[in-house]
């Protein structure tokens, strides 16, 4: 171990050991007192290092980022204060903010995003006001982006591409009271229903209501998307185009030949029915008539045969006995 080499990068560590755990350090251009670091417009094109560990209040306005690094934000865990405002961030990452949970205050607004990584926000579970206004390029909100920020009151989504939200998005901002929406292109199509009725029964406060329309379709450019709720309930649950009437007047005409096949058959088989009855009483008549007609010829023949026997017997005991014998035939026929 030569004596040179050993302790110059052992004293360069300690050294900048000591400068984080101090706090004493300062970035260039910057000011820093009380936990407050003020960066505002010092031509930042990147996340100033040597920020001391301590800080919770820090403005980085008015510069030039482009990226916010996780890792040297996360060294500031007790930040609750963060202005972002008026920078070039592109992107905001998963778990931009894992080391900055304590936040209270986050404003991305005047700045380039395009996108926000669903879980971006999810650390920040104190987070009361979030502004990321004036994001042009910003063209969708995941559902999930909101679902940890349970703390959240004032939300500022003006300014942005923003075309239509999920409501869904906002079921665990509960504590939400104000919502900024306009200056956004809104789609005001059937998907966007859920969110109007969102904001009818959520009793939030929009202070820039009137400035918060939809711009598409036309027929509702214009409207306040706080009002049009009931007129897009009105075109998407009972509204009818000619097409839904000409799906209806085919649905009826089914429904009406179907009764009519339905009518015809039972009829049909009411009469076929009927006949085949009739035809089988009718059968049973001719049996009946039948029956007598050969009773009535076998008691005119017991009647000759007794006759015939009266004549040659000559007796008076005689009669009562054909009688009797023809009366048992009979009633034989009839069993
Ligand atoms: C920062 O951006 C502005 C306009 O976007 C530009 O005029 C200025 O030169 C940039 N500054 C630096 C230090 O890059
Ligand atoms: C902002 O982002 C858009 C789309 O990514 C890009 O076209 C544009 O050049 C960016 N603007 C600035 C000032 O970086
Ligand atoms: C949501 O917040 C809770 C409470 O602070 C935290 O424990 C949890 O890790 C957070 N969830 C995510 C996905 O970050
Ligand atoms: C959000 O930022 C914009 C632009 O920086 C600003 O005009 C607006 O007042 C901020 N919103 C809130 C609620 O402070
Ligand atoms: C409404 O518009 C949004 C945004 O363009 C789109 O994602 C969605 O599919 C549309 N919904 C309907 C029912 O057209
Ligand atoms: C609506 O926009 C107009 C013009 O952009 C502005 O003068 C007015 O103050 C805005 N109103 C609200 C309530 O934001």
Redesign the pocket.
């Known amino acids: 171990m030569s004596p040179a080499s050993g302790p110059g990068p052992r004293w360069l560590l300690f050294s900048f050991g000591l400068g984080l755990v101090s706090g004493s350090k300062c970035p260039k251009n910057c000011q820093c007192q009380a936990q407050e670091v003020v960066c505002t417009g010092s031509q930042l094109t990147e996340f100033p290092l040597d920020m001391p560990l301590s800080t919770r209040r820090l403005y980085l306005n008015n510069n030039n980022i482009t990226f916010v690094p996780a890792l040297t934000l996360g060294l500031l865990s007790d930040l609750v204060y963060l202005d972002f405002r008026n920078n070039q961030i592109r992107e905001v990452m998963d778990y931009t903010f894992i080391g900055v949970f304590r936040l209270i205050y986050l404003d991305l607004s005047t700045n380039n995003l395009t996108s926000i990584s669903p879980f971006s926000f999810s650390p920040l579970s104190n987070l009361v006001q979030l502004n990321i206004s004036n994001n042009p390029h910003l063209l969708s909100l995941n559902k999930y982006t909101f679902a940890n920020t349970s703390s959240l009151r004032h939300l500022d989504l003006r300014n942005t591409g923003l ?2 939200l999920d409501p869904s998005a906002f079921q665990n901002l509960l504590t939400l009271q104000t919502l900024y929406l306009s200056g956004n292109p809104w ?1 005001c ?4 229903l859920d969110f109007t009725i969102y904001l009818i029964v959520s009793h939030l406060s929009h202070p820039d209501a009137p400035n918060a329309t939809c711009m598409e379709p036309a027929e509702l450019a214009g409207w306040p998307v706080e009002q049009v709720g009931n007129p897009l309930r009105y075109m998407c649950v009972t509204h009818l185009d000619s097409q839904d009437y000409v799906f209806l007047l085919l649905i009826g005409f089914c429904i009406f030949s179907a009764g009519t096949v339905a009518a015809w058959l039972t009829g049909m088989c009411a009469v076929i029915y009927q006949s085949a009855r009739r035809r089988s009483s009718e059968a049973e008549d001719e049996d009946e008539q039948g029956q007598r007609v050969e009773v009535g010829r076998r008691i005119f023949h017991i009647h000759r045969w007794s006759l015939r026997q009266k004549k040659q017997q000559g007796t008076r005991q005689a009669p009562f006995l054909t009688r009797s014998r023809a009366s048992h035939s009979l009633s034989g026929a009839y069993i």
Request: with cysteine.
């Open positions: 075309q239509t789609k199509n059937c998907s966007f």
